[in-house]
């Protein structure tokens, strides 16, 4: 040691002038194709001294190409990208690396940074159209199962890819992951089109609940598949997570357990784990959910996933006997709800409090939705057509709009709820026809519930019929601390003592009491119009009653449920029913009376039917 020594377990003198270049691999990257390659490094010089000349070298464990650059001027500090000029022909798989073998002629100082990191690479599957057929052996165009296929693409893609199921071919018994393939973009997807065919695996472990599976895929749409859980004890139908984005699921049909009473079961779940639900993880961005049908489960579509992640759109999807709701947002953000028809029609158990579409986050719009027979076959439980809550404990981001839906035909004798808003702020309530008018049915009905402390929450232009025998309140607002405005709904009931416009600070008004309550806040331009509806036999709902044409008051609510533009003002309630109806001639007769022309013509305005 000298008499002031250096720290750590050397003592060093330091060199000066050294020679040093260190290697990087550049290109290149994922994924790489078929064929020739050009091989590119970063070399940098890490030392003081300008390097003239470098040796390169390449090598897959079998072939070795070296090249020599020469009156090169790299000063201390700067990089610079080499290309090869022998490209690498690649034919499957190979390990790569390379390598500096000279600098300067010599030697460098240090040797430790001379090697790329060794590089596991195989062909990009290329851009087309396959088949997957069962009855024909993987080669070609043709692979045997899902799983080939995936297979095939793990390298990443050229470019499109389709695969298309052999109708008739299936089923295929299997579980199917599809990872982040390299290469997808908005541009370069890859489909899979079912064709009607089933994906059904033989048995589901508690590990590993899924029937098919997009973990980190992106750009995947997935479309006109049966995917259904079999008889298994557990069974995620779909289930995207770990950051799935910007995939579609269309035109499926996806089947799960329409008994099981337990979280075992989920049709379309979005977030969570392979064994877990209740896991709040990035669930994704920008996943539409368009045009399926659902079939049982704990829930039909259930989101699991983080405030900040959003963009999602669940659309024009049949979601059926679920046991607790058809649609769950869970620290959701961004989503959007819209045409859906949502239903328990058959389903023989019922959760204590069921639910068309439960949601706890923020920003979301759920809207033209029909909700309907959420316990047809039972009677005594609590029933929310739309429940939202929960969510005064994280801040306050964007507006959740809850317009143009249509909820109907709630039957039972326990309490049904219409939209019940809980400890949810920032919550607007638009042109949504809420009816209960079920004469078979009995219990307390709820049109709108408000209950815990929230501010600034809108009830407008909502139509809300309570005929239903027992107690019924159109307006139930619980909490007085809440910040609440409603105006402008059309609010009626069967002329009964037991039905009132409003509930507040403990008793129920008429409506020419519930003005006065919170003048200028609760409901001063509001009516009591009966709606004579179309044909509530058959799910249409639009109103008849000319009297309630404009009565409402614009929102930002530009159409209606069936995509009507709105007029200004607008109609209350979930349909814009001023528009004039198409009209088709059924039958014209015409005959001679004498001098005149006698002419006799039938006309239909709208044919009722059900889909």
Known sequence: RTTQPDPGAFEFTPAVDLLDAAIKWKYPDVPWVSGNNKITVTVVNTQSVTISSLRLSYTDGNVVKTQDFQGLNLISGESQYFSFTDLYFLNGSATIKAYISLVNSGADSFSRNDTTEERSVCAAFASGTYSINANQATGGNNF?????????????????VVFNVIAGSGPYAEQVTIPFI????????????GNGDTLRPIAISSGLRYVLQLDASQFIAIKNLVVSTGGNSFGYGIHLFNGASNNIIENCVVITDSVATSTNFFGILLGGSSSSHNTSTNAGNSNRLIGNIVKGGYSGIHYNGELSKGGNVFSNNRIENFYYSGITLNNSYSVNVISNKISRESRASSHSGVRGIDISGYNNLIEKNVIYDLNKAVNSTNTYGIYITNLATTPVIGLNTIANNLLYRFNGTASRYGIFVGTAPNTRLYNNTISFDNLNASGTSYGIYQNGDASNIEVYNNLISLKRPGAGYGLYFNTLTSDIISDYNNIIGDGSTSKFVGFYNGSGCVLADWKNVKPGFFDIHSVALEPLFTDSVYGNYRPTNIDLDNRG??????????????????????????????????????????????TKWVIVSEENGSD
């Open 144 to 160: 045997q199962s899902f799983g080939d296929a995936v297979r095939a693409l793990l390298c990443g893609i050229t470019g499109p």
């Open 182 to 193: 390299d290469g997808t973009s908005e541009t370069n997807t890859i489909t899979f089109n």
């Open 553 to 598: 008051i614009a929102k930002g609510v530009t159409d209606d449920i069936e995509n009507i533009g709105r007029a200004l003002p607008p109609d209350i309630g979930a349909y814009e029913f001023g528009t004039a109806l198409p009209i088709t001639l059924a039958s014209f007769k015409a005959s001679a009376s004498g001098n005149n022309v006698v």
